[in-house]
């Protein structure tokens, strides 16, 4: 699993006690094209707690869409407006998968 931004110190009760609270696992995905090929990727994954916004996190992911994603022709098109779309709503939440994965481990 990759690292987890926000994670960092963090004990398994302060964390079960944030997941109650309502925080989450997201990722912010992004887009760019070179010439005609387009490439979607994800950000590492963000620990956003409860009542934590997600904007500031996701604006880095915006732009490289935004500047970089429109080129390539069709897929450039669709996807930046997918990953725009996507981060504007506060990411892709993989709250399940990383806890599941955290359990196996």
């Given at each position: 699993?990759?690292?987890?931004?926000?994670?960092?110190?963090?004990?398994?009760?302060?964390?079960?006690?944030?997941?109650?609270?309502?925080?989450?696992?997201?990722?912010?995905?992004?887009?760019?094209?070179?010439?005609?090929?387009?490439?979607?990727?994800?950000?590492?994954?963000?620990?956003?707690?409860?009542?934590?916004?997600?904007?500031?996190?996701?604006?880095?992911?915006?732009?490289?869409?935004?500047?970089?994603?429109?080129?390539?022709?069709?897929?450039g098109?669709?996807?930046?407006?997918?990953?725009?779309?996507?981060?504007?709503?506060?990411?892709?939440?993989?709250?399940?998968?990383?806890m599941?994965?955290?359990?196996?481990?």
């Open positions: 699993m990759s690292k987890i931004i926000g994670l960092d110190g963090i004990t398994v009760e302060e964390l079960n006690k944030e997941l109650a609270n309502g925080a989450k696992f997201v990722v912010f995905p992004y887009c760019f094209s070179v010439l005609i090929l387009t490439f979607r990727r994800s950000s590492e994954i963000h620990l956003i707690k409860a009542r934590q916004g997600t904007f500031k996190k996701s604006l880095k992911f915006i732009l490289i869409s935004f500047f970089l994603g429109w080129w390539g022709i069709p897929w098109i669709i996807y930046t407006i997918q990953s725009i779309f996507v981060n504007f709503q506060g990411g892709r939440d993989v709250t399940d998968q990383v599941s994965a955290l359990r196996q481990t």
